[in-house]
Every structure is written in C-alpha cells, then in structure tokens.
C-alpha cells in the first residue's frame, strides 16, 4: 500500500511571501500532508524553495520541479508586463514535464493552486488524473461608482480587463476544460462563485487560498484614541490608495502610511498635494514582510485597505493575525477574511463611509483567521464530499494530526513511501515514520487501516 501521490501546478511559490507566491507555498504544504506531493514551479522561485525546504516538516513528502521557457523565448518578459501571456505558455511547459512524471508515478489527484484564474483555465486536467482547480479568482470588478477614481490609465486598463474575462468566459477553451474537468472548484470570493456558468456552480466553494502556516507577532496593546492608518498594497489604480487618501482627508487628526510601490505612486503623491494632506501621509516605497508586520504590530491603529476588487487579500489576514482592525470595501476576499466592510456607492457617499468606519473600528479585534491545520481539515472534508477517493490501494494523510502534533505527538513505525523523482528512482523504501501518519479514506483514524492511536 502507498500513499495518495499529488501533482500540483504552481507558477508562483515562495516561502516566507505573501499574496500568490506565499499561496503557492503553504498550499504545496498542505497537499503534502494529505500525500506525497510534486508541485510544478517556475525555475526562478528554485533558491528560495531550496532554503525553504530546511527544517520543513513536510520535507519528506514533497518534491518540486523546475519548469520555464528557454531564456531566447521569455527575453520578452519583465516583471508584471506580459504575466499573463508568459503564465499560459508556462502551463505548456507544466504540462509537458507533468505528463512524463505521470507516465512513471501514476498521480491519483492533479491539482492547479497559482496562478489560478477563473477566465485564464488551466492545462493541468489533461495530466490525466482527477483534478481540483483553485482557489480561483479572477471575476471581481470594480464598482462602477468609483471607477472615475482609477485615473484614464487605470480605467483603460480596468476596460480591457473586464473585456478579456467577458471573452475568457465565453470563448476561451482552457477555461471551459478547466470547469468541466474539475471535480472540486475552490474559489476566493462568492463574486467569483456567482461568475462562473450555472452548471459548475454545484462543484463550486468559497475557499480562500489565505492560510497562515506561521505564528505572526501579536499586535501590542494599543491605547485608546490611536489615529495611526496603514495602507499596504501595490501602488496600482484597482488598489484603493486613492481612496485611502480621501478616506484620510475626511479623518482631521489621522496620519496614514503608504507601505508600497508601483505605477500609481506619482498620481496619489499629486492627488495628497490637492488635498492638502500631505503633511499627514508617509509613502513609505516599498517595505518588506517583516517590516509590514512590524507595522502592523507597532505602529498602526487600523489597516485601511479599500481595494476595489481584491480577490483574497493576505494583507487582510496577517492584519486579523496581528490583532489589527481591518476596514475595507464590503466585497471580494476581504469581505471573506472579516474585515469591517464599507457598502461601495458614490465616491462621497463611499469616503465618508470609510471615514466614519475608521475610528469606530480601531479599538475591536478582527475574527481569527483559519490557520494551517482547520484549512486542511476542511479541504479532507471538501474532497470526501466531492465524491473524490483514491483507489483501495492507496491511502491518505490524516489531517487531523496536524493539530495533534502541535502537542508534540509523533507516531513510530515504517513507511513505505517513493523517494523523489530527481534520483530516477521510484521503489518504495522503507523509511522513519513521518509526523502526520496516514490512514485508508475508508476506515476511521484507529480503525482497521488506521495507525492504531
């Protein structure tokens, strides 16, 4: 008997980040409890993958490959310009080297985790296995009412968004292929739920691919009366900055600080000059995690992040992890993690809302966010209800001990377990048992295929 055996499409993975490479990274994590895991990457994420891999638990069970377009074919590529393009010439290549690891592991689930957009598809379903897909987002758009606040370059660029997800949902094959094949689609935001095809709606659940796998600093106790607001985000139009400068222009006595950089920058720095608020406004360029979260803890009353279509939001889930009060836009994926939401109207109506919304705010505490082991025990659940199981012969990772080996319980005992592709080797052999134990899908933990605890 062996163990489920997991292929999983990860453009973006990175340990210790946030947003899509932080998912890519604690998802890969999370499938290698329920199996043995081969995630798909992008050859540049391999150092920190590698440095990643030191110490982790699940090191053992998890094994990844580097895939990317030659260097004369990507030559084209620079940051964010052309992402889109480059991701689906990426899933060719993911496709290729997943089909040769099928042909000699025989993976009983496939699954794509990042980039996962619902209107771009996927070519992870013609591996061959039984595919999940998500979580998905993707079909959020701005509110119409504040869209003049994204300046002519954001609303041209917002137009041929909308146009290209209206065209992906109706046109685009690897979309269609992607619903059809799913046997589970995970998605960020009920928007994005409510988008997709009436018929796939059935298989369709909100799951954001925000999980925290690390204790956060908590926040400090903060005396009453703060007026400290942080905005964290990429300096882009669709982020809401403008609209947190607004926010602060209605808010006399608040300060704000801009944790970001990006394309916007120039327009808001303008935009805090007429409103005469730029006395009262940092813009801090661009800060790393850590000291987002130092942030967080120490210096901020309130987390006000009004993106107009934030699809997840982990910038929202480490503030909840920190103790701080969130107060966003009533929509998408931070609507989801908690946060005080603010109904989008007119822009006015919109600012004066989040202004009102702010100190009423900063002296509550946002709902906890799931952590590592409640999410896995709910995606087992997801996957038993699906209708998914693997075959008699192959047995699955026991979620719930996730949670127990937190107390410091490890089970002892052999493993029979295939050792990674790199070594061109697949026999099973016999290894110390690993924290997590496994257990057939078809009797209970300390039944008669279960480890006997």
């Known amino acids: 008997m062996r163990r489920v055996r997991i292929l999983a499409f990860a453009y973006a993975c990175e340990p210790m980040a946030g947003s899509e490479p932080g998912a890519g990274w604690v998802w890969a994590r999370m499938l290698a409890q329920l199996g043995e895991t081969w995630v798909i990457t992008r050859a540049n994420n391999r150092a920190a ?35 889109r393009l480059y991701y689906l010439l990426w899933q060719a290549c993911a496709l290729r080297a997943g089909r040769r690891l099928h042909r000699r592991l025989d993976f009983d689930l496939t699954w794509h985790v990042t980039m996962a957009n619902a209107w771009l598809g996927s070519l992870a379903p013609l591996v061959g296995p039984p595919f999940v897909y998500g979580p998905v987002g993707g079909a959020l758009r701005p509110p119409y009412s504040l869209i003049r606040d994204l300046g002519w370059a954001g609303g041209c660029r917002e137009l041929a968004r909308a146009t290209a997800r209206t065209l992906g949902r109706s046109l685009n094959p690897l979309a269609r292929l992607a619903w059809r094949r799913a046997r589970l689609i995970l998605v960020q935001n009920s928007e994005t739920r409510d988008w ?9 659940v909100v799951f954001p691919n925000v999980v925290l796998d690390e204790h956060l600093a908590p926040a400090r106790l903060r005396s009453p009366g703060g007026s400290t607001a942080l905005f964290a985000g990429r300096l882009l139009p669709f982020k809401g900055a403008s609209i947190a400068l607004r926010t602060l222009a209605a808010l006399p006595g608040w300060r704000l600080l801009v944790a ?4 916007d920058q120039a327009r808001l720095m303008r935009m805090a000059l007429r ?85 009423l705010s900063r002296d509550g505490a946002p709902p906890p966010v799931p952590g590592f082991a409640a999410s896995l025990r709910r995606l087992v659940s997801l996957l038993e209800t699906s209708g998914w199981a693997p075959a008699p012969s192959v047995t699955l990772v026991d979620a719930p001990a996730v949670a127990r080996e937190e107390t410091g319980f490890v089970p002892q005992g052999p493993l029979l377990r295939s ?34 605890r």
């Open 196 to 204: 997709l095809p009436g018929r796939h709606a059935p298989k369709a």
């Open 49 to 83: 993958v590698e440095a990643g891999l030191e110490g982790l638990p699940e090191r053992d069970r998890i094994h990844f490959v580097y895939a990317d377009l030659p260097g004369w074919a990507r030559f084209w590529k620079r940051g964010q310009r052309g992402v």
């Open 260 to 263: 970001g950089a990006g394309p």
């Open 419 to 452: 050792v990674s592709c790199a070594r061109g080797d697949t026999q099973p052999h016999p290894l110390r048992y690993a924290p997590g134990g496994c257990y057939s899908p078809l009797d209970p933990p300390g039944g008669a295929g279960g480890s006997g």
């Open 275 to 359: 409103l005469g608020v730029e006395d009262r406004v940092e813009f801090l360029g661009w800060v790393g995690r850590p000291e987002i979260l130092r942030l967080m803890s120490e210096e901020a009353d309130v987390l006000l992040f009004p993106s107009l279509r934030e699809d997840a939001g982990w910038v929202v889930a480490e503030a909840a992890a920190c103790g701080l009060p969130v107060v966003s836009l009533d929509r998408g994926g931070p609507k989801v993690l908690g946060a005080v939401g603010v109904a989008p109207r007119g822009r006015d109506a919109t600012v004066a809302a989040l202004a009102a919304a702010v100190p």
